[in-house]
């Protein structure tokens, strides 16, 4: 167990509102990351953090913007949704023994109307 | 840039019977990972098997098992003695070695098995 909640697990907003995932682990991991999962697509990066303050940019960007102000917490925000950002997010961490793999939150289901 | 593709949207296998799922990937990298994950209707992405891109002996994980063709760029996945929990979704994926690699995933493929 990796100790990643993400919150909130489901959310439903209209379009040009902002809305903002919280990503929270629990054992120190220093690089975390924001997937989003469509259909036809499979999993796509977002941005990603190697540290406090430190975040870059992935694949599918645009429209988002990121914050890691202490090590726990990782924060999506899309500052004006739109339809196009309905999807199922996901946060992941990077194992502390550096095999490779990345150990996944269990995902929040975004809706914009 | 890396890619990952998986080339078999669908897949379908009898209960009990060996089915095997396709992946290839492209990279210019040597020092790199490759992973099999397995999406359940549950959602939550569980790692199958990790593959070390220096390590030419093939991984094993009980009844999973891979077929890495290091050469050729593929990174085949068995599932032997398929069984009705192993319907899912799986994620063929890949990390660059490197500290700030990033995992990059092919687009999937749903995986039904039938009694």
């Known amino acids: 167990d990796a100790g990643i909640t993400q919150s909130p697990r489901h959310k439903v907003t209209e379009t040009g509102t902002p809305v903002t995932l919280r990503c929270h682990q629990t054992?120190?991991?220093?690089?975390m990351y924001w997937y989003r999962q469509d259909p036809g697509h499979g999993l796509r990066l977002i941005h990603y953090s190697y540290g406090v303050k430190d975040t870059d940019k992935g694949e599918v960007s645009d429209g988002y913007s990121v914050s890691r102000s202490k090590t726990e917490d990782f924060l999506l925000t899309l500052e004006s949704a739109t339809s196009s950002q309905t999807s199922v997010y996901f946060c992941a961490i990077r194992g502390l023994r550096d095999t490779g793999e990345l150990f996944f939150g269990e995902g929040s289901r975004l809706t914009v109307l | 840039a890396q890619t990952v593709t998986q080339s078999q949207p669908e897949m379908s296998v009898q209960e009990a019977e060996t089915v095997t799922l396709s992946c290839t990937y492209d990279?210019?990298?040597?020092?790199?990972?490759l992973f099999w994950y397995k999406q359940p209707p549950s959602r939550q992405m569980i790692l199958v098997i990790r593959?070390?891109?220096?390590?030419?002996q093939n991984a094993t994980e009980n009844r999973f098992s891979v077929n890495f063709q290091k050469a050729a760029k593929s990174f085949s996945l068995k599932i032997s003695d398929s069984q009705l929990g192993d319907a899912a979704m799986y994620f063929c994926?890949?990390?660059?070695?490197?500290?700030?690699?990033?995992?990059?995933f092919g687009k999937g493929t749903k995986l039904s098995v039938k009694p």
């Open positions: 593959q070390e891109a220096y390590k030419q």
């Open positions: 054992e120190n991991h220093r690089y």
């Open positions: 994926a890949y990390i660059y070695g490197g500290s700030q690699g990033n995992l990059i």
């Open positions: 990279t210019s990298e040597s020092d790199y990972y």
